[in-house]
């Protein structure tokens, strides 16, 4: 069974920083594009970041760029999102989502919550 | 950045009837490669976003036959032939041809 799970989230202060992880199983992690969504509370869903099968390859939202940097660690089956500089409008559930194979963000985890606050 | 646009953003719906949901992309979703990857995602509350169509018509692996998609360049379709309970939710259409991926504003599925 395909599974995606993150954690790593919590409440952080403004300009603080923080490391969402994303445990993959069930499927070959190497071989997938990896993707982190987030969706403020009770608005819309919002795409961050991608991770390609090339681990040096990834893209990002504007709002993001240069502070949020994507990773993972084939070997781990895991997926990461460092976070610095966070402000307020980053509060968010940050969903992990498998790239499937021409079929679209197909598999999503729980979701972790992040709270950027004083 | 490509701008989806659903329409309706809320209907309600009595059960057994059809619901369709309507989404446009301020440009086309064909990519280079000869496909369009408009999606189709539900969020039932409090869960995470499953998805449900993808590549316009695509039924993803155990979900219903009454839902359909259709369309084509930038406009997009999505059908429920007979609404159940279990459908309430919000359904998001979303484009992954284009980097950043975007997501329409979402529509708000309920029962009447």
């Known amino acids: 069974e395909v599974q995606v799970v993150e954690s790593g989230g919590g409440l952080v202060q403004p300009g603080g920083s923080l490391r969402l992880s994303c445990a993959a199983s069930?499927?070959?992690?190497?071989?997938?594009?990896m993707h982190w969504v987030r969706q403020a509370p009770g608005k819309g869903l919002v795409w961050v970041s991608v991770?390609?099968?090339?681990?040096?390859?990834?893209v990002y939202a504007d709002s993001v760029k240069g502070r949020f940097t994507i990773s993972r660690d084939n070997a781990k089956n895991t997926l990461y999102l460092q976070m610095n500089s966070l402000r307020a409008e980053d509060t968010a559930v940050y969903y992990c989502a498998r790239g499937g194979m021409g079929s679209g963000l197909d598999y999503w985890g729980q979701g972790t919550l992040v709270t950027v606050s004083s | 950045d490509i701008v989806m646009t659903q329409t309706p953003l809320s209907s309600p719906v009595t059960l057994g009837q059809p619901a369709s949901i309507s989404c446009r992309s301020s440009q086309s979703l064909v990519h280079s490669d000869g496909n369009t990857y408009l999606n189709w995602l539900q969020q039932r509350p409090g869960q995470p976003p499953r998805l449900l169509i993808y590549k316009i018509s695509n039924r993803f692996s155990g979900v219903p036959d009454r839902f359909s998609g259709s369309g084509a360049g930038t406009d997009f379709t999505l059908k429920i032939s007979r609404v159940e309970a279990e459908d309430v939710g919000v359904y998001y259409c979303?484009?992954?041809?284009?980097?950043?991926?975007?997501f329409g504003q979402g529509t708000k599925l309920e029962i009447k």
């Open positions: 979303t484009q992954a041809t284009h980097f950043p991926y975007t």
């Open positions: 991770i390609m099968t090339d681990v040096s390859s990834a």
């Open positions: 069930g499927f070959t992690f190497s071989i997938h594009w």
